[in-house]
């Protein structure tokens, strides 16, 4: 989106016949479906949203109403999933309650429905996100959050105007047995001393699209999937035919994704921005090498410089240790900062338990904000943003995360946001 289209897409509603009803019932009211569940719509039936699905099918405190996505084989699987899931909790035999759609428009027109699961690839995560905070629905988002920096500075605000519940999927902050919660309290309480530099061991950047074209396999509508990317024919790498195994390798495309700098970078430049208690800011600097993909340098205003490389996790070297974690991995350098447990005066963080959508859950009841809340989740997607940019440009770039825009750098400003597509260059 350009700047201009982006204060747009928060001041407009999308176009007929999708118009959404503004008298949606008010947030207080959530939760009164069948049995007091959450009626819930899950948007995208990937390998994200497969996984999705099962957990809430699987919580009493859920009714999956509607289920959504542009492939009909993936829709209807869903479907029977959601019924046979029902029908063996009800003993009933058969059921026959939910709802396929193709269009997310429509799951979000529903009066039923009080919140959605956003599982589509990252080009689709700011258009459904902002659309339902409009529609007064809470959100779970998968991470990252958006594939530009003005999206998710967009998202945040529709969440904001709307009072959103709003978790972004970066599961790290509950999951994997507590190991990066352990490690964000131990260098927050100063166990390694003073921190000097981060470690960040995730996939590079983002490159152009150069697939072969295909021919659109029956029963999926690739000019929906493509939807604000620069027109293109259908890759089965991009939307695999079928119900697929695999992560799609839409990741490493700059048109629907961020590269693996964003894919995992997601979840581990959150834990490094988490334990450096930057969960609402950012690097002042990114200094990327001369070539190669990886060695790329974030610099902080307190001077602590976090790398694009290293180790597979997070790595946090101080004065007086280091400490990495990983998932199935904690460990210290020396050992014994892990072996000493933390007292009443170091930092703990909230007790929140080690279910990611369950916190969710728990926080629509109550209107908290949960663990990863959607400005973290912009800010940590914003940082592999910067790191790609970096990459691309392959100069010096000096960034203001008050302002949320590039110093004296023109060209740098322009890649905080993209053109979309007609028609979806209107919202």
């Known amino acids: 989106m350009s700047i201009l289209h982006r204060r747009q897409f928060l001041a407009s509603a999308i176009a007929a016949p999708f118009i959404l009803d503004s008298n949606i019932r008010a947030q207080e009211q959530r939760g009164q479906g069948p049995n007091n569940r959450i009626n819930l719509g899950v948007i995208g039936i990937g390998m994200m949203g497969r996984g999705h699905l099962g957990s809430f099918l699987g919580n009493r405190a ?40 193709v269009d997310f428009r429509e799951v979000l027109a529903r009066r039923d429905i009080d919140a959605v699961v956003i ?42 105007d709307h009072n959103i519940v709003f978790q972004t999927g970066s599961q790290q902050r509950t999951e994997f047995g507590g190991n990066f919660r352990r490690a964000v309290e131990y260098v927050r309480s100063g166990r390694i001393g003073r921190v000097r530099t981060v470690r960040v061991g995730v996939g590079g950047p983002a490159r152009a699209c150069d697939l072969p074209n295909q021919a659109t396999p029956d029963g999926v509508d690739w000019e929906l999937w493509n939807g604000p990317s620069p027109a293109r024919s259908y890759s089965d790498v991009l939307c695999p035919r079928n119900i697929h195994t695999h992560f799609p390798a839409f990741r490493n495309y700059k048109e629907y994704a961020g590269g693996g700098l964003a894919d995992m970078g997601a979840h581990h430049f959150d834990i490094a921005q988490w334990a450096l208690d930057m969960d609402g800011s950012g690097p002042t600097e990114i200094q990327p090498p001369e070539r190669g993909d990886t060695g790329l ?31 199935g991995a904690l460990r210290s350098t020396p050992a014994n900062i892990l072996q000493q447990p933390l007292g009443e005066r170091d930092f703990h963080l909230p007790q929140v338990g080690n279910n990611h959508r369950q916190n969710w859950l728990d926080c629509i009841r109550t209107r908290r904000r949960p663990i990863a809340d959607v400005e973290i989740g912009a800010r940590s997607a914003q940082v592999c943003q910067l790191g790609n940019i970096g990459y691309w440009l392959r100069r010096n770039l000096r960034w203001d995360p008050a302002r949320e825009e590039f110093v004296d750098n023109a060209e740098a400003n322009r890649l905080r946001s993209r053109e979309n597509r007609t028609p979806w260059d209107r919202i």
């Open 62 to 101: 859920v009714q999956v109403v509607a289920v959504c996505d542009v492939h009909r084989i993936r829709r209807d699987d869903a479907v029977e999933r959601v019924h046979r899931a029902y029908a063996q909790e009800r003993k009933a035999g058969t059921y026959r309650g939910c709802a396929a759609h």
């Open 297 to 327: 340098r974030f610099v902080y205003a307190n001077g602590i410089e976090m790398f694009h490389g290293g180790p597979s996790g997070c790595t946090f070297e101080g004065t007086e240790g280091t400490i990495y974690v990983d998932r």
């Open 119 to 160: 599982a589509t690839p990252d080009h689709w995560h700011a258009i459904p996100a902002i659309l339902a905070s409009r529609a007064r629905k809470d959100i779970y988002c998968e991470k990252p959050l958006s594939l530009t920096i003005a999206e998710s500075r967009a998202m945040v605000q529709a969440a904001r």
